[in-house]
C-alpha cells in the first residue's frame, strides 16, 4: 500500500470541511473511548492509564483524559513538535465528550452488551481515528510524542509506538485501571483498522 502523507496542510483548503470532519472525528473518538470503559472488558492503553488515575484523584475520566493529554504536550518541548488546531481541540474536545458519553451509556454487566460494547466501541475508535488525523490539522498529544520520539530517537515509529503504550499499560494497571480482553484486542485491531480507512479520509494537495 502506498504511503499516505498526513503532514499537516494548509487551513486556507476547505477549512470548513476540514474542521468538520477534525471535529466529528474527535467527538466520535471520545464516544467510542466511553464506550469501552462501559464495556468492563478493558481499555485501551491511554484509558487504562486515566482510569487508574481516576481511582486516585476523584476526578472525571474526561478531565483526567485531558489532563495526561496536556502533560503529553509538555513532553513536546524537548523533542521540538509544534502543535496545529487539531491539536488542540483534541484536548478539548475528546475529554468532554467522554464525560458526555459516560453520563448517559451506564456500565454494562450482561456478557452479550458487554462484548457488543467492546466491537462497537474498538469499530468506532478505528473509524474516528482515521476521520480526525485524515483531516491534517495537527496531530494528536500522544501522535505527537510518538513521531517526535521516533525522530529524535531514529527508531522505527512502531517500535516507538509499541515502547510507549507498553509503559503506558503497566503505569495505568499499577495505579488499577482495567486490563483485559479489550487491551488486546484493541491493540490487535486498531491499526489495521486505521490503516484501511484513512485512504479514504485523508485530504491531500491535490483536494480542492
Request: glycine fraction near 12%; proline fraction near 4%.
Amino acid at each position: 500500500m502506498a504511503q499516505i502523507d498526513l503532514r499537516p496542510v494548509r487551513i486556507s483548503r476547505d477549512p470548513a470541511r476540514r474542521s468538520v470532519q477534525l471535529l466529528s472525528g474527535l467527538a466520535l473518538y471520545g464516544a467510542s473511548v466511553a464506550l469501552l470503559t462501559r464495556a468492563r472488558l478493558g481499555l485501551e492503553p491511554w484509558g487504562v492509564l486515566a482510569e487508574g488515575v481516576m481511582k486516585h484523584t476523584g476526578l472525571s475520566f474526561g478531565t483526567v483524559t485531558g489532563l495526561i493529554s496536556v502533560a503529553v504536550l509538555l513532553l513536546w518541548i524537548p523533542l521540538r513538535q509544534r502543535p496545529g488546531i487539531g491539536t488542540v481541540a483534541n484536548v478539548l474536545v475528546i475529554s468532554v465528550t467522554v464525560d458526555l458519553v459516560r453520563a448517559v451509556v451506564p456500565d454494562q454487566h450482561d456478557l452479550a452488551w458487554q462484548i457488543a460494547f467492546l466491537a462497537g466501541g474498538v469499530l468506532l475508535n478505528g473509524v474516528a481515528t482515521a476521520t480526525y488525523v485524515g483531516a491534517r490539522l495537527g496531530p494528536g498529544a500522544r501522535d505527537g510524542l510518538m513521531t517526535g520520539l521516533a525522530a529524535r530517537t531514529g527508531r522505527s515509529v512502531r517500535l516507538v509506538r509499541t515502547g510507549i503504550e507498553v509503559t503506558v499499560v503497566v503505569a495505568g494497571f499499577a495505579l488499577g485501571g482495567t486490563v483485559g480482553f479489550g487491551t488486546v484486542l484493541y491493540a490487535l485491531a486498531i491499526g489495521p483498522l486505521t490503516q484501511a480507512l484513512l485512504p479514504l479520509t485523508t485530504w491531500r494537495d491535490t483536494d480542492r
